[in-house]
């Protein structure tokens, strides 16, 4: 039986958080963990969408922080399936912050997630595949799978 598909903009998330005071530190910038947890989310909803199964977080690869996110600015994740394998799924996702005195956007973290999908049985499950309707998504696919590969290459050789 052919595995079924979905395009990638179906499952594609946009989500928003304001930051608050209790998401700062000493400096008035945001935590890393919150922006990491706020990765998380964003990019779980995103695999849940594609899947439609319960998700777990199998590992965030790289989060690269290009600048910093102050109290009172508006932050935005973009999260997008990059690339499927049989259970799993890749998913980026992109972090912008708005200063909103400014209206100017600046953005501020990159994250490479792997989730996986569950069965009722609380076990790994078949995940729908990809279908790559523009160029974007062939590019971030292809590059999913090399980063894929490069980490079932690191896997063997612990």
């Not at 179906?10 to 989500?15: A, D, I, L, P, Y």
């Not at 490479?112 to 499950?125: C, H, S």
């Not at 279908?131 to 090399?146: F, I, M």
């Amino acid at each position: 039986m052919a595995k079924s598909s979905k395009p990638v903009s179906f499952s594609q998330v946009v989500m928003t958080q304001l930051v608050l005071p209790s998401h700062t530190n000493a400096l008035g910038s945001v935590f890393g963990g919150t922006i990491m947890s706020w990765i998380d989310i964003a990019a779980a909803i995103a695999a849940q969408r594609h899947s439609n199964k319960d998700v777990v977080t199998a590992s965030i690869d790289r989060i690269n922080f290009v600048a910093p996110v102050y109290k009172g600015w508006v932050v935005n994740l973009k999260a997008s399936v990059n690339y499927t394998s049989r259970t799993s799924m890749e998913v980026g996702v992109r972090v912008d912050a708005e200063d909103p005195k400014t209206g100017e956007t600046f953005h501020t973290a990159t994250a490479y997630t792997t989730f996986v999908a569950l069965g009722a049985n609380g076990k790994p499950i078949e995940v729908p595949g990809l279908e790559l309707n523009t160029e974007d998504d062939k590019r971030r696919y292809n590059e999913g799978k090399a980063r894929r590969e490069q980490r079932l290459k690191e896997k063997r050789q612990d």
